[in-house]
């Protein structure tokens, strides 16, 4: 992924939602008559993996992903969807490591066999990293360190690792009120540059897009996009809103 031009990258995470095809359709077609509009502005959205083969068949600019992929390439997995699958039915990216799925068991051991899965399968990886809580002795700093050192490490072929995003998404500003205040967002992605650098240089670590996400709004996106030193946003509530989603994508149209 790259960021020349400063062309933000902005992702929407469905999650387990809307409920039908139906809707998903809806939406989607809501979503991308907001999209055509924007022209510097990456669109992305990450559907139910159920959804992925219906809408990225539309016609639209945006770019169609999954919110997670299976940790093995195939077998005797129940329930698991694997990278290849995802990718032959048209998605373009995948989502890895999101707190939601950590929360279930996803260790950065497996997080990292996940990101491996995809990067084989052809995808595009945004891999979210965040702490659960923050301390006094700033130990959660060394949480986010090995979030991403672990799945740096892990990647045999080291050329792909530049098509990995990082979102950074503190998980006590999931599904809050507030998101996290821009000169804060700065920090966090700066450092984030910084241990990415720690694995593949610095100038490469500069490179790498870091996406903030937590109770991102049409409210507070242009002030973490202007201030916050991100490359784009991770958004869950308000990629399901059209008014909302197309307002932040026209912000980052016209940074
Ligand atoms: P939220 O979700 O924007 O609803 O806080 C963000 C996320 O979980 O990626």
């Not at 992903?65 to 290849?84: H, L, Y």
């Not at 009120?177 to 593949?200: F, N, W």
């Amino acid at each position: 992924m790259t960021t020349a031009n400063k062309k933000f990258m902005i992702v929407g995470n469905w999650k387990m939602n809307p409920e039908t095809l139906e809707e998903a359709k809806e939406l989607f077609a809501a979503l991308t008559k907001k999209a055509a509009a924007s022209k510097k502005a990456i669109a992305m959205i990450a559907p139910s993996s159920t959804f992925i083969q219906a809408l990225s068949a539309k016609k639209s600019t945006i770019i169609i992903g999954a919110q997670d992929v299976a940790r093995e390439s195939k077998g005797a997995f129940t329930g698991s969807v694997s990278a290849k699958a995802v990718k032959s039915v048209g998605a373009k990216f995948a989502i890895i490591g999101h707190s939601e799925k950590r929360a279930e068991g996803d260790t950065d051991e497996i997080v990292a066999k996940k990101v491996g899965q995809a990067i084989e399968a052809g995808l595009e990886v945004i891999l979210c990293v965040g702490e659960k809580e923050r301390d006094e002795q700033a130990k959660y700093l060394r949480v986010i360190r090995d979030q991403i050192l672990v799945v740096f490490a892990s990647v045999k072929d080291k050329k792909k690792l530049s098509t990995i995003a990082i979102a950074y998404e503190p998980v006590w500003k999931i599904g809050a009120q507030t998101a996290m205040i821009p000169s804060e967002v700065h920090e966090m992605s700066i450092y984030i540059k910084k241990v990415v650098g720690e694995a593949l240089g610095n100038k490469a670590g500069l490179k790498t897009p870091v996406l903030y996400g937590g109770s991102v709004t049409h409210e507070n996106a242009h002030g973490i996009l202007t201030e916050g030193s991100v490359d784009g946003l991770l958004i869950g509530r308000q990629s399901l809103e059209a008014e909302a989603f197309g307002t932040i994508l026209s912000y980052a149209d016209s940074i």
